[in-house]
């Protein structure tokens, strides 16, 4: 499932939930609390979505270093 190198939340599928389990268990990606109070967070919260750093509204990758080697990864298998 590739798709889910640039957009996390493609994993929110009936397909992709049990790849979405195995990143989580390896630690590569994060479920996303559907709740998201500003009072909880030390900072500022995590943006809405972003792109760039792999954060969907569901599922994040962990950093985007994380994302670069499962890309890597999967561009070693074909």
Same mark, same amino acid.
């Given at each position: 499932?590739?798709?889910?190198?640039?957009?996390?939340?493609?994993?929110?599928? &009936?397909? @992709?939930?049990?790849?979405?389990?195995?990143?989580?268990?390896?630690?590569?990606?994060?479920?996303?609390?559907?709740?998201?109070?500003?009072?909880?967070?030390?900072?500022?919260? #995590? #943006?809405?979505?972003?792109?760039?750093? @792999?954060? @969907?509204?569901?599922?994040?990758?962990?950093?985007?270093?994380?994302?670069?080697?499962? &890309? &890597?990864?999967?561009? @070693?298998?074909?």
């Amino acid at each position: 499932m590739a798709r889910a190198l640039e957009d996390p939340d493609a994993l929110m599928s &009936r397909e @992709g939930i049990p790849l979405m389990n195995r990143l989580i268990e390896l630690n590569l990606a994060l479920e996303i609390p559907e709740w998201r109070d500003d009072n909880l967070w030390i900072d500022a919260p #995590p #943006p809405e979505r972003d792109s760039e750093l @792999g954060i @969907g509204r569901y599922v994040a990758w962990q950093s985007p270093l994380h994302r670069e080697a499962v &890309r &890597r990864t999967l561009g @070693g298998m074909a």
